[in-house]
C-alpha cells in the first residue's frame, strides 16, 4: 500500500475547508516519480449527505486512511485524533507530515509527528488574530511551535513567525491553496443551474426567477461570540429582517447555528422575514456560485474572507478581529461591528462598497511551490540516506 521507495508524505485533513486546500495538492503529487502521498482524514468534521459530492466536484481521491473520530470536546477530540494518528505514523513510517489550517486535526497531527521526531510543514503558517478566546488561535500558536517548515499565505504571517523566533530560512511564503481550488473550478460552475432547498420555508428557490446576479446578499454565522448567546443572536436575527426588506439573503446556515435558533426560540422570528431564506448544506459549487454572483457577503467565518477577495465581492467580517488582515489591507474584506451591519449594507447597497485586488501569489500556482519545495527536503532525505 505504501511505496517505501519514494519520499513518504502524510497530508492530514480534518475539516471541510482543510479539503479545500488539500484538493490542489493531491492533484500536483499525483502520480509523482519521488513522493507517495498518503491521505488521512481525521474524521473530525463529517457530513455524510455532503462527502461523496464533495469529493467528486473537487476530485479528491477517498483518503488512504480515516481515522472517525467524531465530534467532541476540544480535549478529548484533540486526544482521540493524537492516539489514531500516533498508530497511523508508526504502520506508515512517512518522511514528512503536512497539515493545513488551524483545526485541532492541525495541531493535534504536529504534536504526534514532532514527538516522534518525524518533520513537519504547516500550510498558512503565522495566521494571527491576537484573540486566545478563539480556540483557533491557540491552535496556530501551538502548530507554528514545534513545526518544521511553515509555508504562508501572505507577507503579515511571515512578519509574525519571524517576530516569534522562527529561522526565516525554514519560512516560505507560498500564495493560497485556497485560491487555487477556486481559480480551477470557476469555469465548472454553472450559475443557471443553481435551484437550494430551503429550511424555513416549504419550497426551493431557484436561479433566474427567484434570484439572480447583484440581487441577493450571502450570509454565513456560527461563531460562538456571535451564535450562542441568545440576545447576540435575537439581534442578529432583527438585523437580518431589516437587510431582508431592501434585498433577499441567502442563509447555507451552520447546523451550530441552526441549533441555537431552535434552542432560543427565535424560530417564529426568523421565519416572519420574508427574504430571509435558510438554505440546507450546499456543495462547493453550489456555494462558489453563490458568492461569486452576491451584491455582498456578510460572514464571520475565515476562508470566506479570502474568496471573496479573490472575486472582488465586498466582504463584511463581523468580527472584533481577523487573522487573515490582508483581505482588509489589499482586499475587499471589512471588520464590522453588530451594530454598523445596517448602515454598512446600505452603503454597498448605494454602489460603495469595498473593492480590492488578489494579493501576491494568489494566483492558482501555490500547490506547485509547496510542491517544488517539498522535493528540495525529499531530494535532500534521499542523499542524507545515501550517505549514512
Known amino acids: 500500500m505504501f511505496d517505501n521507495a519514494k519520499f513518504k508524505l502524510i497530508l492530514v485533513a480534518g475539516a471541510r475547508p482543510n479539503f479545500i486546500k488539500i484538493a490542489p495538492l493531491m492533484h500536483a503529487l499525483q502520480n509523482h516519480p519521488a513522493i507517495h502521498a498518503i491521505l488521512v482524514h481525521t474524521g473530525q468534521h463529517y457530513d455524510e449527505k455532503m462527502s461523496d459530492l464533495f469529493f467528486r ?28 494518528f500516533e498508530q497511523v505514523c508508526l504502520k506508515v513510517k512517512p518522511d514528512m507530515v503536512l497539515v493545513v489550517g488551524d483545526v485541532n486535526s492541525t495541531v493535534a497531527c504536529t504534536l504526534v509527528a514532532s514527538k516522534m521526531g518525524i518533520k513537519t510543514a504547516h500550510y498558512e503558517a ?8 478563539m480556540p483557533e488561535e491557540i491552535n496556530r500558536l501551538v ?18 513567525l519571524l517576530k516569534e523566533g522562527v ?16 481559480a480551477k473550478n470557476l469555469p465548472n460552475i454553472n450559475s443557471s443551474a443553481l435551484t437550494l432547498n430551503l429550511i424555513n420555508k ?19 454565522f456560527h461563531r460562538p461570540s456571535n451564535v450562542d448567546d441568545r440576545q447576540q443572536l435575537l439581534t442578529l436575527v432583527k438585523i437580518w429582517g431589516k437587510i431582508a426588506a431592501h434585498m433577499p439573503l441567502l442563509f447555507p446556515i451552520h447546523p451550530r447555528t441552526y441549533k441555537n435558533i431552535q434552542l432560543f426560540g427565535l424560530q417564529e422570528e ?16 453550489e456555494f462558489i456560485s453563490l458568492v461569486r454572483n452576491a451584491r455582498f457577503v456578510l460572514t464571520d467565518s475565515g476562508g470566506i474572507q479570502e474568496e471573496t477577495t479573490y472575486l472582488n465581492i465586498p466582504c463584511l467580517t463581523v468580527r472584533p478581529n481577523t487573522e487573515r488582515p490582508v483581505t482588509i ?60
Do not use: C
Not at 503565522?126 to 478566546?133: E, H, N
Not at 502548530?143 to 509574525?160: K, L, V
Open 270 to 285: 426568523v421565519d416572519k422575514i420574508a427574504q430571509l431564506y435558510l438554505v440546507e448544506s450546499l456543495g462547493y459549487f
Open 202 to 220: 416549504d419550497r426551493s428557490i431557484a436561479w433566474g426567477t427567484d434570484f439572480t446576479k447583484d440581487n441577493f446578499g450571502v450570509m454565513t
Open 143 to 160: 502548530t507554528d511551535s514545534i513545526s518544521d517548515y511553515f509555508y504562508t499565505t501572505s507577507i503579515d504571517a511571515d512578519e509574525n
Open 329 to 388: 489591507w489589499e482586499g475587499s474584506n471589512k471588520l464590522i461591528r453588530i451594530e454598523d451591519i445596517e448602515d454598512e449594507i446600505m452603503l454597498i447597497l448605494k454602489g460603495q462598497g469595498k473593492k480590492g485586488k488578489a494579493p501576491k501569489f494568489w494566483d492558482g500556482h501555490t500547490a506547485t511551490r509547496i510542491v517544488q519545495l517539498i522535493e528540495k527536503i525529499a531530494g535532500k532525505t534521499a542523499y542524507a540516506v545515501q550517505h549514512q
Open 167 to 182: 529561522d526565516a530560512s525554514t519560512i516560505h511564503m507560498v500564495g493560497n491553496l485556497m485560491i487555487d481550488t477556486l
Open 126 to 133: 503565522g495566521l494571527r488574530s491576537r484573540d486566545r478566546s
Open 57 to 84: 466536484q473537487l476530485n479528491i481521491p477517498q483518503p488512504d486512511i480515516n481515522l472517525e473520530v467524531g465530534s467532541a470536546s476540544h480535549a478529548v477530540q484533540t486526544a482521540r485524533i493524537m492516539e489514531g
